[in-house]
């Protein structure tokens, strides 16, 4: 992955003006003490101006064996923020995100969603096809309900070797700090995304969320689709991030 940040285009809204909201994931191999730090005390709205909701986890690598095991010194922060102002703010003076400089991220603006989120705007569409149909960021954000936890994390193992045996996935992880659970993955396109999430009914995405369906497994949960702004950084060891994305690398 190349250590510079990639612009791919200004940051505009369904309208051409500005976005709803800003999403960001951040990335980095800190250790285990800074990571217990980070997921301790991880930025608030209260304390980071322009911030509207974030979550923090230990990263878990897909690998395709169906059973993720935390890195316990890979930590993951996932925030919505009020505008590319804010972020720079955070990015420039805020102890949290020197700690995580040397890893990946990312900028994006949602353009689907299903379910709701702190710091997601109801605005955000919630039709399946939508006319972004490039690179793609992928969060699945959730908050399980303990006592189906058993059951979540058998979908969930079937989900993720669907998810890595996909074609168009560049990169994929799980997150987590019970009670809150997440994925984030990167994707060649839009359609590639549809056909791991809709194209087989019997695959183990269309099973697991037929399950969730049937019996919630979170309190709250939401499905975002994003188009990526801006990505920068790498990521080594255990589920190295080591291929260009997203794919277009031109700013407009």
Not at 17 to 29: E, K, N, Q, R, S
Not at 57 to 73: E, V
Not at 82 to 111: I, Q, S, T
Not at 170 to 181: D, G, H, Y
Request: glycine share 10%; net charge positive.
């Amino acid at each position: 992955m190349p250590s510079a940040t990639v612009t791919l285009r200004p940051p505009h809204g369904s309208d051409g003006g500005a976005p709803l909201v800003i999403a960001t994931v951040h990335i980095a191999d800190v250790g285990v003490a800074q990571a217990v730090r980070t997921v301790l005390r991880p930025p608030s709205p209260k304390r980071t101006p322009g911030l509207r909701h974030a979550d923090v986890g230990l990263a878990a690598p897909l690998s395709g064996g169906g059973r993720p095991s935390p890195n316990l010194g890979r930590v993951v922060l996932i925030g919505f923020w009020d505008d590319d102002a804010a972020v720079d703010r955070f990015e420039a003076d805020d102890p949290v995100a020197a700690r995580l400089a040397g890893g990946w991220h990312v900028r994006a603006m949602p353009v689907r969603r299903f379910g709701t989120w702190p710091g997601l705007p109801d605005e955000v569409p919630t039709k399946r096809a939508t006319e972004y149909t490039g690179p793609s960021l992928v969060l699945t954000l959730g908050r399980l309900r303990l006592r189906r936890t058993r059951d979540f994390l058998r979908a969930s193992a079937a989900a993720e070797v669907a998810v890595c045996a996909a074609p168009g996935v560049a990169w994929a992880t799980a997150v987590a700090r019970p009670p809150f659970v997440s994925t984030c993955s990167l994707w060649e396109s839009t359609e590639a995304l549809s056909a791991y999430a809709y194209g087989d009914r019997e695959g183990g995405h269309p099973r697991a969320m037929a399950a969730d369906r049937a019996r919630p497994f979170h309190k709250r949960s939401a499905f975002v689709r994003f188009e990526p702004l801006s990505a920068g950084g790498s990521l080594g060891g255990q589920n190295a991030m080591t291929r260009p994305w997203p794919a277009v690398t031109t700013s407009s």
